[in-house]
């Protein structure tokens, strides 16, 4: 399975980015922020300037992070959804497959259960959008979050019942909202809606980020069971999802090597 990873934390010049995922052996970007903005407030100029950046240096555009979603729940999407199109623009601009997009926050701190319906109708109202460029929004699973738990991101794809809506499975996010043994009890449920995997890990005592494999997110019986469906995604990385300590450059280079420990584990026990 190849990798790709997202380096903004590290810097937010595309060709060191592009540099520092090459050196790695990394095929695929992830892209949250290029000369210290968004990307949905790039011009046509700059997208296209990026473009060829990442065209001379072969790597090939995963996943689009957007800031969509963390707003109220029960908010007008009309907002979200002007955003939405501008971003699709960039993604059919560099060629991306997917923006990545929260469930949307439930008002007042309530339980994100009591809120589905809402969370619906929201993505209900950006989803036409998605569909006709051909882009697939990945729905994920954070902390906080409507969509925080296997059960209420199931009723929301379930609900949604389109093939450019998946699920970007966070293990370590699952983590962090109490989930345990969630590729045992889950992997059937939600297997075949995901979309891409976000190769993160936490600990479940202090629900703190921490290297993959190193946590209770089930890492090796994820890797195993993608490889068994024949999984023919990306596996994405962060190093701005680990805490706080070591520098950027580095915490990439233990990500990667993080990564290809695990697969070649999957690979022996498949």
């Excluded at 949307?104 to 259960?113: N, Q, T, Y």
């Excluded at 993959?212 to 090796?220: F, I, K, M, N, R």
């Excluded at 070591?246 to 280079?253: D, F, I, K, N, P």
């Amino acid at each position: 399975m190849p990798l790709s990873a997202c380096a903004d934390a590290i810097s937010q010049e595309p060709p060191v980015q592009a540099r520092l995922l090459v050196a790695h052996g990394l095929s695929h970007i992830d892209l949250r922020r290029v000369w210290g903005r968004p990307l949905a407030a790039l011009s046509s100029g700059e997208i296209a300037t990026l473009h060829v950046v990442l065209r001379e240096a072969g790597l090939r555009p995963h996943i689009l992070y957007s800031d969509l979603g963390y707003d109220d729940v029960t908010a007008p999407p009309a907002a979200e959804l002007a955003r939405l199109e501008r971003l699709l623009a960039v993604a059919r601009a560099l060629e991306a497959p997917f923006i990545r997009l929260s469930t949307g926050r439930p008002p007042g701190g309530d339980k994100p259960a009591n809120h589905l319906l809402p969370a619906i109708r929201r993505l209900k109202a950006l989803l036409p959008a998605a569909e006709a460029a051909g882009v697939t929004l990945l729905l994920e699973n954070a902390p906080g979050t409507v969509g925080e738990i296997p059960s209420n991101i199931h009723s929301l794809l379930h609900a949604l019942n389109s093939p450019f809506v998946r699920l970007a499975w966070n293990p370590g996010a699952f983590v962090r909202a109490g989930v345990a043994q969630q590729v045992p009890d889950f992997w059937l449920l939600l297997g075949r809606l995901t979309g891409a995997v976000l190769l993160e890990d936490a600990t479940l005592l202090d629900r703190a980020a921490c290297l993959p494999g190193e946590g209770d997110a089930d890492l090796p019986e994820l890797l195993v069971n993608l490889r068994e469906a024949r999984y023919g995604g990306v596996l994405a990385l962060d190093s701005a999802a680990l805490p706080a300590g070591l520098e950027g450059r580095a915490q990439l280079a233990l990500l990667v090597l993080a990564a290809r420990r695990l697969l070649a584990a999957a690979g022996r026990r498949g």
